[in-house]
């Protein structure tokens, strides 16, 4: 019976070891686990909140061309109808000539 004993003894002085070395494993991924995410998490609100700020940075530009382009245009709309208005009568007293008749 001694060798059982000592069998029995063996097992579970080498499962208490693997116990304890499960123990920190899983602590040690644990620490791993949590930190990944919470790197994981700051880089991912960095990359929101940059893409935010480009994305209005973008929008207030595209609104400036859009309403300079609408100004110039309007300005051109402009200058032709007081052109039009000052040369009407010059327009129909000397209609353009084609060759195409």
């Known amino acids: 019976?001694?060798?059982?004993?000592?069998?029995?003894?063996?097992?579970?002085?080498?499962?208490?070891?693997?116990?304890?070395?499960?123990?920190?494993?899983?602590?040690?991924?644990?620490?791993?686990?949590?930190?990944?995410?919470?790197?994981?998490?700051?880089?991912?609100?960095?990359?929101r909140d940059v893409v935010k700020d480009i994305g209005h940075g973008a929008r207030e530009v595209t609104t400036e061309i859009g309403h300079g382009t609408r100004d110039a245009v309007k300005s051109v709309g402009q200058e032709n109808k007081n052109t039009t208005k000052s040369g009407d009568s010059e327009i129909k007293s000397n209609p353009p000539k084609s060759d195409t008749y």
């Open 1 to 47: 019976m001694p060798a059982v004993t000592l069998k029995m003894m063996w097992a579970l002085f080498c499962g208490g070891f693997f116990l304890l070395g499960c123990s920190e494993v899983k602590d040690a991924g644990r620490t791993v686990g949590h930190t990944t995410r919470n790197v994981t998490t700051e880089v991912g609100h960095t990359t």
